[in-house]
């Protein structure tokens, strides 16, 4: 009796076993099938966030377009995008403005899904499953002409420059008239080295205008002039006015180019081109924007001074003489530039961080163009005050001599700091009107939540 009561006791155990075994199975599977694979979560965010350089023959070194290409470099990938090296996306996410046009960062949850991807083998999962692949403009097609309906009105190219294979950097800086003969203005601008070889030799170009203005006709920014029309370097290629707003280019105006060559081991002969779209000659918006520069530290391009095994920090203020909307932030440093900080001080002592770029990577100049509903609007009297930081210790990575002291220069082994900032200055009425339409449309927005 005793016997098979045991032996009744181990069946049923056994059996409590396997239905006690069957959900943790379940569970399991489960768990199996929510694991990240390549087709279904990762080839979406690499397709969103990295093709449009790491694909063939582009400025990337590696393509990952294909489970193939991506899976030598999966734990690569992982430790660039878990310390957000990549993309490339330099913006503080803890402190000011973090709404932007352009932002091509990862989200913390696209993150999350390519370290957990990688932690458990980087499976390439069912191939039907694959996002359509992607559709690139070809590099002769303006990204813009489908914005604007067309290519751009206007191209102004620099002339032709050939660059040794082997050669110190050169600067290149020609003046090219525009051909322009009466005055127009601009909605929308693209830069860009003229073939894919010219964007390996072209660290950078500016392209500055020269034209004559009447007096004050600049208002608030007639201390800058006219100012920078457009930069290129890696990851930027153009800008679009907001409604209402654009560039003044007269007639007799002519471009003075200043173009950031370097050598790649190859004799490569390119130019630059500048397209320009123009509003209808019956159409003046009501609002002109200045693209300037406003350096990070006072005295003149002799006070930068950054000296040996030390982080050096510099300042500088600009007073807004008018009132203006910010459209964007761009810091420009060199190899030993760690960060930059532009920040409003408002006319009633409140202080407002607008952006911080604290781990500044001289690859890449970005450009961070404020969302509509985001662009701050600030009043005349507002300070702009710019802080710069320099590491010039044998702690940062790339410092081609910590022993050497650096001065302000155009050599990339040089330094610089200054911010490309777009700015629409607003009369009194315009900037009142700018501000209740903000206000109104923040309001619709919370009650929408």
Request: aromatic fraction near 10%; charged fraction near 25%; hydrophobic fraction near 40%.
């Amino acid at each position: 009796m005793a016997l098979w009561n045991m032996r009744r006791f181990g069946l049923a155990a056994a059996l409590l076993g396997v239905v006690l075994a069957f959900p943790v199975a379940a569970l399991a599977a489960e768990a199996v099938d929510e694991q990240p694979t390549f087709a279904k979560d990762i080839a979406p965010i690499f397709r969103d966030k990295c093709e449009a350089c790491h694909r063939a023959g582009y400025i990337a070194p590696m393509s990952l377009q294909t489970y193939a290409e991506v899976r030598p470099w999966a734990r690569s990938i992982k430790q660039r995008v878990e310390t957000r090296q990549m993309p490339p996306w330099h913006i503080d996410k803890a402190v000011g403005i973090q709404a932007f046009k352009n932002d091509r960062s990862m989200t913390d949850a696209e993150i999350e899904t390519v370290v957990r991807w990688v932690d458990n083998g980087a499976p390439q999962g069912n191939p039907a499953d694959l996002p359509p692949a992607a559709v690139f403009a070809d590099d002769d097609v303006w990204n813009y002409a489908d914005v604007f309906g067309g290519p751009p009105d206007l191209v102004i190219y620099s002339t032709p420059y050939t660059m040794p294979a082997l050669a110190q950097d050169h600067w290149w800086k020609p003046e090219v008239p525009t051909g322009l003969t009466e005055d127009r203005w601009i909605r929308g601008i693209e830069i860009r080295p003229s073939t894919v070889p010219g964007r390996r030799i072209t660290h950078h170009a500016l392209a500055r205008l020269q034209q004559e203005e009447e007096d004050d006709a600049l208002g608030a920014a007639s201390d800058i002039g006219p100012g920078l029309l457009m930069e290129w370097a890696v990851g930027k290629q153009g800008e679009v006015m907001r409604p209402n707003s654009g560039k003044l280019i007269k007639a007799g105006s002519s471009i003075v180019w200043d173009i950031h060559y370097h050598a790649v081991g190859e004799q490569i002969t390119d130019t630059v081109e500048l397209g320009l779209y123009l509003y209808p000659k019956e159409v003046e918006p009501k609002h002109r924007q200045v693209l300037a520069a406003f350096t990070t530290f006072e005295g003149g391009r002799e006070a930068l001074s950054i000296l040996p095994n030390q982080v050096t920090v510099t300042e500088a203020f600009h007073v807004m003489k008018q009132n203006g909307r910010i459209e964007n932030f761009q810091p420009h440093l060199h190899l030993r530039g760690r960060g930059m900080q532009m920040e409003a001080i408002l006319p009633d002592g409140d202080r407002q961080v607008l952006s911080l770029v604290s781990k500044f990577d001289f690859n890449w100049h970005n450009n961070y163009v404020y969302a509509d509903d985001a662009a701050p609007l600030l009043p005349k009297g507002t300070v702009l005050a710019f802080k710069a930081w320099y590491d010039n210790t044998a702690g940062l990575r790339g410092n081609p001599d910590p022993n050497q002291w650096v001065g302000w220069g155009d050599r990339t082994v040089d330094e610089m700091g200054h911010a490309w900032v777009n700015v629409t200055y607003l009369e009194d009425a315009d900037f009142e009107a700018a501000k209740a339409e903000r206000e109104a449309a923040l309001e619709l927005t919370s009650n929408e939540q």
